[in-house]
């Protein structure tokens, strides 16, 4: 995370006018349309005139207390997405689903690290940066770029707020979960679907999934098996000067191939006790990076062609697995859930570095190294071993009226980052050893575990007061290692072994009151926290950057965890018999010691500080369901709004009571989709989605000077059209409709930043940014069995 802000007040872009309208009008009407349907659910004799009772699929179900609930039976704000509505809207990306989740954002290239597909971050009511988030999928944690294909998922949960309770760290804003789908022990069923079509500017897509479930023994055995393949084509092309000074273009840059799998068997041990192996994995081949040069100060993708000094082809590599054994034990009144998990993952990249490279020894050294290519070669590689055992009690099995869950978790966790050395000889002719850029290693290690636990206690009818506690110990460890390439001299940079640790208690408490169809009123307090750590050891020659910040080299070794107290109320309720589920919140979260990653100006490196205090206000609004029960339309509304001030900026140099960066103040999406009968055996059905996020300030440092950037709005249209006969369905589907073209965020810079010399001898800075896919057209057909 680059946390950075800026010097005057963020501006905020102009939505659609239907849509900034239609957002405020949400958010200051949302608590009269939950009261009046809340008072609605409540009135016997207006639910009986509305039509038919809620059906099963009507009701929406989480895992936010990790027990299987109805959603507005929660006193939290959550999101949550089924399979079905995933399979409606087409939904088979990240984005496709982040950019509809109101008071959620992303960003490339403030995670902290080098890596293409390890810098994404996603942040969650405006708590920007790396580890404020946290990801599951199923019971174990994730890192946040871990972005599992939707083929054989059962529902995507998004919970707001610190969850550091029952999550622990890196919760601070929320918790992503993608929640698999489980084997069923009666029923043999599969779905598979295969779809072609192509990019705007681009090639040919296409992707092909097989999902079936097996009874292998009847109410005993169940093997759910899942494949898919997808490949998204390549719409950047890529030029350079060959020997001879002619242009060559390959096109096809930013071509992404994706292999993903997954099984999970599950047994039915005795009738109280039931046991699942399972494992999910993926591996995802990226010719070329999705990137486009931005024309700044406008911070906008002009081409999506891309001049390069040097013919390199760049790339990445992701290849990630996780392995569960999950055993299950139901007593009379309590229930204990063990998982045990292994997730391992490799990410090995290619950047061309070679134009900001050059700049960096002409300006520094005078040397010149024009046709002379440099890149670099990344290796990161994560090994995670995660324990968890909670026992889950029901009311009354203790005393009258109290409930709630108990448990233990451990997590040991091990990251080697390597950059080997790259030979260059035009580095060695020019005086410059060793003769290569740099070699770089770094073995960390950490250790986490936990105490937990949450009790509910309903000391009259409807009312429940909430009581969570997690007591936690981490220990971390950074082997001593040696740096060494020609920006490190001849005699290298050694870097000592660092060890750290923490521990600390993360309370939690929630009083709700019941009211309407399952729904209820809240009021809560709750804590979250971010690990903290080490940073590798800087070079001497960004001691005087650190010295303008009035640090050292060695005080800037470590930082500690930040933390923060959120202050939330909200409502959520069914109505319309049951058909429409809506839910509103407001809250205030007062940041304290936030980790700030610096960029220093000269040496262009970055390291973790503690500095600085902000206050997020804000409030959402969602509503979704049938609203008309004779009528076979489903909508989803969602709004979300965001005031982050940075009230002490610490090291960043700002005034106080400017806005966070990174934070958009609005974003808002629509969705929906109707089905109805042509014929005894054919359907027409059509969906559709709009998804807005306002404009951000996007932080920066060169020079010794602070940028802002503007970040514009993001607004996607995707729908789709088709026939259901049978168990077939052939459907014609578009995204981005309009063809915007949009950008999400730098994209990871592993060296130095590219300028370009102009006519007057200055020079201009040349970023990279991550930017959206032109418009896709394509058919899909799937098959029920």
């Known amino acids: 995370m680059k946390l950075f802000h800026g010097n005057e007040s963020m501006r905020q872009q102009g939505m659609a006018t239907w849509g900034l309208k239609a957002a405020r009008r949400g958010l200051l009407c949302g608590v009269c349309l939950l009261s009046a349907g809340t008072a609605f659910a409540q009135d016997g004799s207006g639910a009986n005139s509305d039509g038919p009772q809620a059906s099963d699929q009507d009701v929406i179900l989480v895992t936010a207390r990790r027990k299987e609930e109805s959603l507005t039976e929660v006193p939290a704000a959550i999101t949550s997405y089924s399979s079905e509505f995933l399979e409606t809207q087409n939904i088979t990306s990240f984005v496709d689903y982040a950019t509809k989740i109101p ?28 580890g404020t988030t946290s990801f599951y999928i199923d019971d174990t944690p994730v890192p946040s770029s871990v972005s599992p294909q939707v083929l054989n998922l059962d529902r995507i949960e998004v919970l707001k707020g610190p969850q550091g309770t029952l999550f622990g760290a890196s919760s601070m804003g929320g918790n992503l979960r993608y929640i698999s789908k489980k084997p069923s022990l009666t029923l043999n069923e599969g779905t598979m679907s295969a779809q072609a079509g192509g990019t705007k500017n681009g090639g040919f897509d296409y992707d092909a999934n097989i999902q079936n479930n097996f009874v292998l023994v009847p109410d005993k055995i169940g093997l759910n098996v899942a494949v898919g393949y997808l490949q998204d084509s390549g719409f950047i092309t890529r030029r350079f000067p060959d020997a001879t000074g002619a242009l060559v273009s390959k096109d096809g840059q930013g071509r992404n191939r994706v292999l993903s799998g997954s099984v ?163 580095l060695a002719d020019a005086g410059f050893l060793p003769p290569y850029l740099a070699e770089v290693r770094v073995k ?44 490190f001299g001849p005699e290298g940079n050694v870097n000592d072994g660092r060890d750290a640790r923490q521990s600390g208690l993360i309370p939690k408490a929630v009083i709700s009151y019941e009211v309407g169809d399952r729904g209820n009123v809240y009021a809560s307090v709750s804590k979250g926290f971010r690990v903290g750590g080490t940073n590798s050891a800087l070079p001497s020659f960004c001691g005087d950057d650190l010295g303008a910040l009035g640090l050292t080299l060695d005080g800037a070794g470590q930082y500690r965890s930040d933390t923060l107290w959120s202050y939330e109320v909200g409502a959520k309720s069914r109505f319309a018999g049951g058909r429409v589920t809506a ?27 503690n500095a600085g205090k902000a206050r997020i206000n804000g409030g959402e609004f969602e509503i979704g369901g049938r609203p008309f029960a004779e009528v076979p339309l489903m909508l989803q509304l969602g709004i979300g709004y965001l005031d982050a001030k940075l009230i002490d900026p610490g090291f960043l140099p700002q005034p106080p009571n400017s806005p966070l960066g990174l934070v958009p103040k609005w974003t808002a999406s629509i969705s929906g989709s109707y089905e109805a009968p042509l014929s005894d055996d054919l359907d027409f059905f059509i969906a559709a989605d709009y998804s807005y996020t306002s404009s951000t300030k996007v932080p920066s440092v060169a020079d010794g000077n602070a940028e802002f950037f503007t970040r514009q709005p993001l607004n996607l249209v995707n729908g789709n059209i088709g026939l259901k006969f049978g168990q077939s369905q052939l459907m014609v589907y578009v995204k981005n409709l309009f063809d915007k073209r949009l950008t999400y965020g730098d994209q990871p810079m592993s060296g130095f930043e590219r300028r370009e010399l102009l006519p007057d001898g200055n020079y201009e800075r040349v970023l990279r940014g991550v930017v959206s896919r032109p418009r896709q057209l394509g058919v899909q057909y799937r098959l029920n069995f």
């Not at 008071?103 to 902290?112: A, E």
Request: hydrophobic share 35%; proline share 4%.
């Open 444 to 487: 960390r290690n950490e250790k986490n575990t936990a105490l937990f636990g949450e009790l509910y206690y309903e000391p009259v009818s409807r009312l429940t007061f909430t009581m969570g506690l997690r007591k936690y110990w981490i220990r971390q460890h950074q082997d001593p290692s040696e740096d060494t390439g020609a920006l």
């Open 103 to 130: 008071n959620l954002s992303f960003q490339f290239g403030q995670g902290g690290t080098f890596l293409w597909s390890g810098d994404r971050e996603t942040s969650i009511r405006g708590v920007v940066g790396v």
């Open 264 to 426: 999970a068997l599950r047994a039915q041990l005795a009738d109280s006790l039931e046991a699942t192996v399972s494992f999910m994995g993926q591996s995802s081949r990226l010719r070329g990076f999705p990137g486009a040069y931005l024309k700044l100060p406008a911070y906008r993708p002009v081409s999506y062609t891309l001049d390069r000094d040097t013919d390199v082809q760049e790339y990445s590599k992701d290849d990630w697995g996780l392995g569960a054994l999950v055993l299950r034990y139901k007593g009379n009144g309590f229930d204990i859930v063990s998982s045990n998990s292994y997730f391992s993952r490799e990410i090995t990249q290619v950047d061309d570095n070679t134009e900001g490279t050059k700049y960096f020894f002409q300006s520094v050294f005078d040397a010149d190294f024009t046709g002379v290519p440099f890149y670099v070669l990344i290796n990161s590689r994560e090994k995670a071993f995660t324990h968890e055992t909670r026992l889950s009690f029901d009311e009354g099995t203790l005393i009258p009226g109290l409930s709630g869950i108990v448990g233990v978790f451990h997590k040991n966790q091990n990251n080697r980052d390597f950059n080997p050395a790259v030979e260059v000889p035009e």
């Open 583 to 609: 839910s509103g919140a407001a809250f205030r979260m007062d940041w304290s010691n936030i980790q700030q990653v610096a960029t220093l100006p000269t040496c262009g490196l970055t390291f973790v500080t």
